[in-house]
């Protein structure tokens, strides 16, 4: 059981928007500690999606959106994209186990 | 462009050591936190632990201190990841990644290597 709880899947149609959550405790995101989101495509390495809540990298669509709200974050996606088809993993730091922890992972599914 | 080029699938048996590794290029490679990432079949990730090349420290995951070992050579520009009694429950794919603001812990992994594939089995 992940420290970070993410809904294990999500769907929905080319177009529509989606949002799912990664919920966390006192030590980690309640704790002020920075949320990450990564994408995953399967067979492949994760890629930095989201940083500090909020921030895309370079290249990143600005259909991927991020934000917070006391011990969870959440993750958005406009305008659904076949190519959106992937897992989804947060990533924060915890204060009780000093180091990183990851959510369990989110399936999207574009029906 | 930084990259970040690990080594090839490896095949063992329980109890064998081994040692996979995680060369770099693009970036100055003392000065960014680099780390490791299981990923076992059909799960998710799992952080392990991270090394900063330009003093050698190192931080684990406690449900991995003990059974790995992290360390960098610096003259080689490469991290390595390795164990010294494999077991077949630490088959998976591993995979290397750089701290995007170089001293800070609490950065992102901004850039992943390709991933190697560990399998264990008698």
């Known amino acids: 059981q992940s420290v970070l709880t993410q809904p294990p899947s999500v769907s929905g149609a080319p177009g529509q928007r989606v949002t799912f959550s990664c919920t966390g405790s006192?030590?980690?995101?309640?704790?002020?500690?920075?949320v990450h989101w990564y994408q995953q495509v399967p067979g492949t390495a994760p890629k930095l999606l989201i940083y500090?809540?909020?921030h895309r990298p370079s290249g990143v669509p600005d259909r991927f959106s991020g934000s917070k709200s006391d011990t969870s974050a959440s993750l958005a996606i406009t305008g659904l994209q076949a190519e959106d088809e992937a897992d989804y993993y947060c990533?924060?730091?915890?204060?009780?186990?000093?180091?990183?922890?990851f959510g369990g992972g989110t399936k999207v599914t574009v029906l | 462009e930084v990259q970040l080029v690990q080594s090839g699938p490896e095949v063992k048996k329980p109890g064998e050591s081994l040692k996979i590794s995680c060369q770099v290029s693009?970036?100055?490679?003392?000065?960014?936190?680099i780390g490791w990432v299981r990923q076992r079949p059909g799960k998710g990730l799992e952080w392990m632990g991270i090394?900063?090349?330009?003093?050698?420290?190192?931080r684990y995951n406690s449900s991995f201190q003990g059974h790995v070992t992290i360390s960098a050579d610096e003259s080689t520009n490469t991290a390595h990841l390795q164990w010294s009694t494999l077991r077949a429950s630490d088959t998976g794919i591993y995979y290397c990644?750089?701290?995007?603001?170089?001293?800070?812990?609490?950065?992102?992994?901004?850039?992943w290597g390709q991933g190697t594939l560990v399998t264990v089995s008698s």
């Open positions: 990533q924060s730091y915890d204060s009780s186990l000093n180091g990183y922890v």
């Open positions: 500090d809540y909020r």
């Open positions: 693009g970036y100055t490679f003392s000065r960014f936190w």
């Open positions: 090394v900063y090349p330009g003093d050698s420290e190192t």
């Open positions: 990644a750089r701290h995007q603001r170089g001293a800070d812990v609490l950065s992102p992994f901004d850039f």
């Open positions: 006192s030590s980690n995101i309640g704790a002020g500690y920075d």
